[in-house]
């Protein structure tokens, strides 16, 4: 079935994206897919080297604690 995944913090949109979840594996990919883009997105916004090699994964962490996250059918 499509479902459709959000994600939001504080009033802000994190990440939305449609996805075919059928089953562990396909539920499990829809989140590497979430991590990849908030990854790349936040690394795309330091600013210095050493910030980013200080907390290349915290970083996504810290951005998810606390978030809400929702799943709808599409």
Same mark, same amino acid.
């Given at each position: 079935?499509?479902?459709?995944?959000? =994600?939001?913090?504080?009033?802000?949109?994190?990440?939305? @994206?449609?996805? *075919?979840?059928?089953?562990? *594996? &396909?539920? @499990?990919?829809?989140?590497?897919?979430?991590?990849?883009?908030?990854?790349?997105?936040?690394?795309?916004?330091?600013? &210095?080297?050493?910030?980013?090699?200080? &907390? =290349?994964?915290?970083?996504? =962490?810290?951005?998810?604690?606390?978030?809400? =996250?929702?799943? &709808?059918?599409?």
């Amino acid at each position: 079935m499509k479902v459709t995944l959000e =994600i939001a913090k504080s009033g802000r949109r994190l990440h939305r @994206g449609t996805y *075919e979840v059928d089953d562990p *594996e &396909s539920f @499990g990919a829809a989140w590497q897919d979430v991590w990849v883009k908030m990854r790349q997105r936040w690394m795309a916004d330091r600013t &210095s080297v050493g910030d980013l090699m200080d &907390s =290349i994964h915290e970083g996504v =962490i810290d951005e998810l604690n606390g978030a809400e =996250i929702r799943l &709808s059918k599409t």
